[in-house]
């Protein structure tokens, strides 16, 4: 099998030999960008598994970029910023990022976040036929063509939402979906409305992670990105990043 290739895309000198340093010893096949016109360019050219972006480049801002690449890919992005401020991680994510990492970072955050986007590439290229009606992901097993969840071989008794809530995340495992995207998604409510429907959704998935989750303190399955949203951990312990909820 072929070595995954990382883009990444990082104009400070530093921060990209440290990036570069560890792509390199962990083997993996990566090419650097050090501005947004270069960054879409070799996202076209080169095709690779997964971009690492900053958002703070010298001529095109980074959510641009993201939302070009959109347009005509689905590779996961993965934004290292040192932009922190939720509103910045919010309009990344919403914009198709699929994970946000600030700056400064540990470089073991750093491959546990591209492990977690490699295997989803894996998971979507693997994914054809009557496979896509089931989906496995450690215990939890959801039948979607008769609309029914199993955990540890047990069925999950879902409400309505719940169950739609479950196979959003689900569909989307590895990609953090803001508070925004999933109200969009499941309500179908236009983000004006956006604040008045937030408290029912923390209220169903505070329910749905009781059924899911033997210790919703240390979770398995749904993780809780505070003040952001919500993400499907793909349910390998050795690889799971550290919860934040």
Same mark, same amino acid.
């Given at each position: 099998m072929n070595k995954p290739l990382i883009l990444f895309v990082e104009d400070d000198n530093a921060v990209g030999n440290l990036i570069a340093t560890t792509l390199e010893t962990q083997n993996y096949?990566?090419?650097r960008a050090k501005n947004g016109s270069q960054a879409v360019m070799d996202a076209l050219s080169? !095709? %690779? *598994? #997964?971009m690492l972006l900053d958002l703070g480049l010298p001529d095109i801002d980074g959510i641009d970029i993201i939302k070009k690449i959109r347009s005509w890919?689905?590779?996961p992005i993965i934004v290292v910023s040192a932009r922190s401020d939720d509103r910045d991680k919010v309009a990344a994510l919403d914009a198709g990022a699929d994970d946000y990492l600030t700056k400064p970072f540990s470089v073991d955050e750093l491959l546990a976040r591209l492990r977690v986007a490699? !295997? !989803?590439? !894996?998971?979507?290229?693997q994914r054809t036929g009557e496979e896509a009606a089931i989906y496995k992901n450690g215990g939890l097993l959801i039948n979607y063509a008769a609309g029914c969840?199993? /955990? *540890?071989?047990q069925e999950l008794h879902l409400t309505p939402m719940e169950y739609k809530l479950l196979c959003l995340l689900a569909k989307h495992t590895?990609? #953090? /979906?803001t508070h925004n995207y999933i109200i969009g998604e499941v309500w179908g409510t236009h983000s004006e409305n956006f604040s008045s429907? /937030? %408290?029912? /959704?923390r209220v169903f998935m505070a329910t749905l992670r009781k059924k899911l989750e %033997?210790? %919703?303190g240390h979770p398995r399955y749904i993780q809780t990105h505070i003040g952001v949203g919500y993400r499907m951990l793909q349910n390998r312990q050795e690889d799971e990043l550290p919860p934040q909820a």
């Open positions: 096949q990566f090419h080169c !095709r %690779p *598994d #997964v890919s689905n590779m490699l !295997r !989803r590439v !894996r998971y979507d290229s969840a199993y /955990l *540890d071989g590895g990609k #953090v /979906l429907e /937030l %408290p029912s /959704l %033997p210790d %919703p």
